[in-house]
């Protein structure tokens, strides 16, 4: 009996597959840097200075993730899985695939709604939509600090993710610059006889390879009519 498994469609999402949800981006002008710089907000450096501004700047994302919706893009990702085995690998710090109902989700950054241990890395506690204050500390006594990679740290999860990549028959990055590493590198282990697709009104050729078709309309757009495609016509 010839058993002819579900293909495997791996989907490489950045802050523009959320920018439709309401979700500034990072590099869109007016993106959410603006009135904190990286480095006084998201690196080990300034957590170690000012714990609080950090804290408080994380809480203020938290609370704009929780009044967000997921958009047509995240909900045709979930469409994708009546048919195929598919793996979502994110460099977004939302939950917005998870409530669209995508079943396998990997965050290569971390996740907002998660706080853990400043001591013991694997203490990883789920605060949903609380804030975190200073004096929240883990079941060790260290204060609880957001559980996001910030620049500068490693990307636990980037092997696990290369690995998945590997073995991919259509591989679909959204929504991302592609100017953070190591999460961008992610396109060069896309297998060779893979088929695939950038997603981006500001696709840029150079940053994607010549191997990669350019879709270059909004997510909430082009994923829609990719998926449909897929669903119809991918044999
Ligand atoms: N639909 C699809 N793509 C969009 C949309 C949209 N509606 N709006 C903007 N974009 C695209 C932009 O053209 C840009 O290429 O989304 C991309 C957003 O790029 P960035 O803001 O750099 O976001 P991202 O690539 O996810 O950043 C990577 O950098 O800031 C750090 O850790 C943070 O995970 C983040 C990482």
Redesign the pocket.
């Known amino acids: 009996m010839h058993f002819c498994r579900m293909k495997r469609i791996v989907v490489f999402?950045?802050?523009?597959?959320s920018?439709?949800s309401g979700i500034k981006?990072?590099?869109?002008s007016g993106?959410?840097?603006e009135e904190h710089r990286?480095e006084d907000v998201?690196t080990p450096e300034a957590w170690r200075r000012n714990p609080g501004l950090v804290l408080e700047f994380y809480n203020q994302r938290r609370k704009q993730v929780l009044s967000a919706m997921p958009n047509a893009?995240h909900l045709a990702l979930k469409q994708l899985e009546e048919k195929f085995e598919v793996q979502i690998i994110t460099?977004?710090?939302d939950d917005l695939h998870e409530r669209a109902g995508s079943s396998k989700v990997l965050h290569?950054?971390g996740e907002i709604r998660k706080a853990r241990s400043s001591i013991d890395p694997g203490l990883v506690y789920d605060i949903e939509g609380e804030s975190l204050l200073t004096g929240d500390c883990c079941a060790l006594g260290s204060q609880l600090r957001p559980h996001i990679?910030w620049?500068g740290e490693s990307v636990p999860a980037m092997e696990e993710a290369i690995l998945m990549t590997s073995e991919a028959d259509v591989f679909i990055a959204?929504?991302?610059?592609?100017?953070?590493y190591p999460?961008?590198s992610l396109l060069l282990y896309a297998p060779e006889q893979a088929m695939k697709v950038l997603?981006?009104?500001?696709?840029?050729r150079d940053k994607a390879g010549k191997e990669f078709t350019i879709i270059a309309?909004?997510?909430?757009?082009?994923v829609p009519e990719l998926v449909h495609k897929l669903l119809n016509n991918y044999v």
Do not use: C, M, Y
Request: proline share 2%; glycine share 14%; charged share 20%.
């Open positions: 999402t950045g802050a523009g597959v920018a439709e981006t990072f590099r869109d993106g959410l840097w990286i998201a893009a460099q977004n710090i290569l950054h990679v620049f959204i929504g991302t610059s592609l100017e953070v999460a961008a997603i981006d009104p500001r696709a840029s309309k909004t997510a909430g757009e082009g």
